[in-house]
């Protein structure tokens, strides 16, 4: 689902039969990614922003089990799109490799869809206030 206030939000259902809710909300300087199971709930907390090349990254709140997983998805988005990334990842136990892939694909997906090199050729339009 598309919005014209530039949020998106996707279903993602796991070969192990986990669902989860994907948002991304696109700003100007960045993007704001919500990954949650089963309910819309804020959980572990990581924010990276990408200078030349290099991104630098922040837990704000830690996560029990995928800090690593939320680190890499904040750090290779804020590289892709040249901006500031904030992942929220809430999750009610530990995920296996194949969730951790359908997960960073289908945020791939979106991510790849709005920034496309410098271009940002089919970048989603945004309300001008």
């Known amino acids: ?10 279903k993602i259902v796991t070969e192990s039969q986990k669902s989860f809710i994907l948002k991304c909300v696109s ?15 804020i959980g572990s907390l ?7 090349n290099k991104s630098n990254t922040a837990t704000v709140i830690p996560s029990k089990y995928h800090s690593v997983f939320i680190n890499t998805i904040s750090e290779k988005v804020s590289l892709m799109i040249n901006g500031i990334c904030i992942v929220s990842f809430y999750s009610t136990n530990q995920l296996n490799l194949e969730d951790m892939k359908a997960i960073m694909g289908e945020i791939m997906n979106v991510v790849g869809g709005k920034h496309i090199g410098d ?3 089919t970048e989603i339009k945004r309300r001008r206030w």
């Open 119 to 121: 271009d940002r050729k």
């Open 1 to 10: 689902m598309n919005d014209a206030n530039g949020i998106e939000i996707r």
């Open 46 to 52: 990581a924010v990276s922003i990408a200078a030349s």
């Open 27 to 41: 700003f100007e300087n960045g993007l704001f990614i919500l990954v949650a199971e089963g309910i819309d709930r």
